[in-house]
């Protein structure tokens, strides 16, 4: 079923996106 592919590959872009920003939030915070 194409859609549950769809529902996958969003579901991993979505992962790597707020993990890129959990990363970015913690460098601001430890950044002097």
Not at 14 to 25: N, S
């Amino acid at each position: 079923d194409n859609l549950g592919v769809l529902l996958e590959e969003a579901a991993d872009a979505v992962e790597l996106i707020v993990a890129d920003g959990l990363v970015a939030a913690q460098q601001r915070v430890h950044a002097p």
